[in-house]
């Protein structure tokens, strides 16, 4: 007489899901390791750390620009540049001549825009920055020429045209929770040498203006050509060693 034994794995069931449940509930949550930099000094800095806070911290954040609408013929004339915001043509097939199918394709497509790169957006008046700027030698790093809070937008698409800086300036703001707006007293566009199409634009915010820990979250958006650029930063988290950092001080850290 033979005996068949079955290979099947056994179903799952309560009994055997629940050491799987205990195993994975009990299982240790290991928490993010806390940047070299923090622990030290500025005085201890090394070039990694220096790496590391340029790379991700309170003070620099990874930023997703969003496209703004195409701006109609009434809008861009009103404007005084009848070259901004032009959407593609919609050509032949946008007529209606070729079909009803082939006009909706081609209008789709009129509006369709590659998604923008990503951008870094830098808190640059904070003295962290400064110092680890200086210390990778970031020869892209604006130069500061004033005490103002400062913020700059790195290597983002930026429009040829007369009084650039003035209409970015009454584009721009700070945003605190039931407060004014802050709006910017100065926009500087510094030009990539490599790529002309590009620029780091930086914005600066009146220092009259006390900006503080209680400030909670502060929302800094700007619009450059038709790209839209909005990063909240914490000024919670914008602390060394116990102390805010959104200003040049007149004392170095320790």
Partial sequence: MSVCLS????????RTALPLVILFAVAPIWPAATP???DKPVSQWD????KQLLADSPWVKHSQPH???DLSPFQREEGGNLNEGVGKGVGLAGTGLLGSRREAAAIKRAHTKPEP???IVRWESALPVRVAEHMTGDIGAPALKGD??????YDIPTPKQGNLAGLLKGAAFLRRY?????????VEILRNDDDDETATVVYLFPRSVEITKRDGGIEFAAQIGRLWVSQYFYTGDMQFRGEPQLLMPSTGLH
């Fill in 7 to 14: 290979l099947a794995p056994e179903p799952m069931t309560l």
């Fill in 36 to 38: 070299s930099w923090k």
């Fill in 47 to 50: 070039a990694e750390d220096a």
């Fill in 67 to 69: 496209w703004l609408p």
């Fill in 117 to 119: 790169a990503p951008v």
């Fill in 148 to 153: 103002d809070y400062a913020i700059a937008v």
């Fill in 178 to 186: 039931q407060k004014k707006e802050i709006k910017p007293s100065h």
